[in-house]
């Protein structure tokens, strides 16, 4: 037997396998400071409330971070679990930002499909779903309403079974 004709044990959900208004959650993640340095360095989003502690005309107190950065926490918690092998492409993203998120926080987040609608090719479908992000104090910190493109479920023959080794 090869490797490859062992199972998978971390794949994503087929679209098949989605149900509208079904609710799930992710993992907690704190944001750390070395987060913070890391993702203004390499996005360049070195914009002064975010490399300046004790900027003086900060609106938000604190240690605040890029709302793209908690976006991508979540997706990175997402493309682990739920769209690992089966997410195809990123056809849209609606985000709004609800609260602050600074350095320290923890966040989380729930996810609701709201639409899965097969595509001509029977084997993929376009999925939109609700993702609501929230701190350690379960207050509402993003939103965000994504389409993508998902995998279906591969046609099983009698053959593509689970086998004794």
Do not use: C
């Amino acid at each position: 037997m090869t490797d490859k004709n062992l199972p998978l044990i971390a794949r994503g959900l087929y679209w098949q396998e989605l149900r509208l208004g079904a609710l799930g959650r992710t993992f907690r993640r704190t944001v750390t400071e070395s987060d913070l340095v890391n993702f203004i360095s390499v996005t360049g989003m070195l914009e002064a409330i975010f490399i300046d502690v004790e900027y003086p005309d900060a609106a938000i107190p604190g240690r605040v971070v890029p709302a793209a950065l908690t976006q991508g926490f979540i997706e990175g918690m997402l493309f682990q679990t739920i769209i690992q092998g089966t997410g195809l492409a990123l056809l849209e993203v609606a985000t709004k930002a609800h609260g602050p998120v600074r350095v320290g926080d923890s966040v989380w987040a729930t996810i609701n499909t709201l639409e899965v609608k097969p595509t001509s090719k029977h084997d993929r479908a376009i999925v939109t779903s609700d993702v609501k992000v929230f701190n350690q104090r379960d207050e509402l910190v993003l939103g965000y309403v994504v389409k993508r493109l998902m995998a279906g479920r591969p046609e099983i023959t009698a053959d593509d079974g689970l086998r004794a080794v």
